[in-house]
């Protein structure tokens, strides 16, 4: 069974940065996709950046480009959302996902990941 656990969460000013982690444990299969969500209350859950497990291939939706970076510590599959220029509309609790890779590519459909951790919230004011 995966588990994942997100921390790196806080409250900052508008401009500032975080760095949000998801630690990884438990067997994962050798194709893979991971992402972070982010979530406000009464809305969907919204993939923010997508990486293709154990590879530099990576997606962004339009809102974050520029400034967003998903990455991974390989050897131990930590994911990692460094946030930089945080705007007030990035606020919401955010989530790490696992889910299997279907193609190619990792897309950012909240239905696509089976796995997720608990969630850590960014609060950004202006």
């Not at 900052?12 to 050798?30: D, E, I, N, P, T």
């Not at 979530?39 to 923010?48: A, C, D, H, M």
């Not at 050897?75 to 609790?93: S, W």
Request: with cysteine; charged share 15%.
């Amino acid at each position: 069974q995966v588990q994942l656990v997100e921390s790196g969460g806080g409250s900052v000013q508008a401009g500032g940065s975080l760095k949000l982690s998801c630690a990884v444990s438990g067997y994962v299969a050798s194709a893979y996709c991971m992402a972070w969500f982010r979530q406000v209350p009464g809305e969907e859950r919204v993939g923010v950046a997508t990486i293709k497990g154990g590879h530099s291939k990576t997606y962004y939706t339009d809102s974050v480009k520029g400034r967003f970076t998903i990455s991974q510590d390989n050897p131990r599959k930590t994911l990692y959302l460094q946030m930089n220029g945080l705007k007030p509309e990035d606020t919401g609790m955010y989530y790490c996902a696992l889910g299997p890779l279907r193609s190619n590519f990792c897309y950012t459909g909240a239905q696509l990941y089976d796995y997720w951790g608990q969630g850590t919230q960014v609060t950004v004011s202006s």
